[in-house]
């Protein structure tokens, strides 16, 4: 049986939605959500879409948010790599800096408070690049047992430039927090984190 078509504000997007799903989720090798007819609409009024899928080849479960910024996706990659400016959006980001740099990607270290309970963590990961489109990130070394995921960013083709932003992210933080309650601090924090860069990203501060 054929879901109906939700005739909501989401209909500009779900009929463009012949273009916006054939073009860009249905299509897009380099994104792995694809999105319910549900999703699509609360997309369309802006909200954040929120999920947990697997995390590849360990069985662990990823914590994936997506939202619909208005723009191109230059001035949001810009600001999702400049340290400076993620510790004003990512919730709990104490510190970061770059430690190396080369062709394909960057050293970082963060300095995190999970949890106001927990102790402040630094860790290190390696962040890999595809200018404008994706990054892909893993723990190197540092006090959490895992912390991996990506930022993926695609363009929406027709009408005023948008840009779809798809947040991945597994953490495992050992002794300090069961797997469970830190799933549940990401279903929290995501949203904000993607909330808070659409703030940004929109703030007439914005360079």
Same mark, same amino acid.
């Given at each position: 049986?054929?879901? =109906?078509?939700?005739?909501?504000?989401?209909?500009?997007?779900?009929a463009?939605?012949?273009?916006?799903?054939?073009a !860009?989720?249905?299509?897009?090798? %380099?994104?792995?959500?694809? !999105?319910?007819? +549900?999703?699509l609409?609360?997309?369309a009024?802006?909200e954040?879409?929120?999920?947990?899928? =697997?995390?590849?080849?360990?069985?662990?479960?990823r914590?994936?948010?997506?939202?619909?910024?208005?723009g191109p996706a230059?001035?949001?990659?810009?600001?999702?790599?400049?340290?400076?400016?993620?510790?004003?959006?990512?919730?709990?980001?104490?510190?970061?800096?770059?430690?190396?740099?080369?062709?394909?990607?960057? &050293?970082?270290?963060?300095?995190?408070?999970? +949890?106001? &309970?927990?102790?402040?963590?630094?860790?290190? !990961?390696?962040?890999?690049?595809?200018?404008?489109r994706?990054?892909d !990130?893993k723990?190197?070394?540092?006090? &959490?047992k895992?912390?991996?995921?990506?930022?993926?960013?695609g363009?929406?083709?027709?009408?005023?430039?948008?840009?779809?932003?798809?947040?991945? &992210?597994? %953490?495992?933080?050992?002794? %300090?927090? =069961?797997?469970?309650?830190?799933?549940l601090?990401?279903?929290?924090? %995501?949203?904000?984190?993607?909330?808070?860069?659409?703030?940004?990203? +929109? +703030?007439?501060?914005? =360079?």
């Amino acid at each position: 049986m054929k879901r =109906p078509i939700m005739k909501s504000v989401a209909w500009p997007l779900l009929a463009a939605g012949g273009i916006f799903c054939a073009a !860009f989720f249905c299509g897009n090798p %380099l994104l792995a959500f694809q !999105f319910e007819e +549900s999703e699509l609409a609360r997309l369309a009024r802006g909200e954040v879409v929120v999920r947990v899928e =697997p995390s590849p080849g360990q069985g662990n479960e990823r914590v994936q948010a997506a939202i619909l910024i208005d723009g191109p996706a230059e001035p949001i990659w810009k600001i999702i790599n400049d340290c400076q400016q993620t510790k004003e959006f990512i919730t709990g980001l104490k510190g970061c800096r770059v430690l190396q740099q080369d062709g394909a990607g960057e &050293l970082i270290e963060h300095r995190m408070q999970i +949890s106001k &309970l927990l102790p402040e963590v630094t860790y290190i !990961f390696r962040a890999e690049y595809e200018l404008h489109r994706r990054i892909d !990130f893993k723990k190197r070394s540092g006090d &959490l047992k895992e912390f991996e995921g990506s930022w993926v960013l695609g363009g929406i083709t027709g009408g005023k430039p948008r840009t779809l932003v798809v947040y991945s &992210l597994f %953490l495992d933080a050992g002794s %300090l927090l =069961p797997q469970w309650a830190a799933q549940l601090i990401l279903k929290q924090d %995501l949203p904000e984190i993607l909330l808070a860069l659409r703030k940004r990203v +929109s +703030s007439p501060q914005n =360079p």
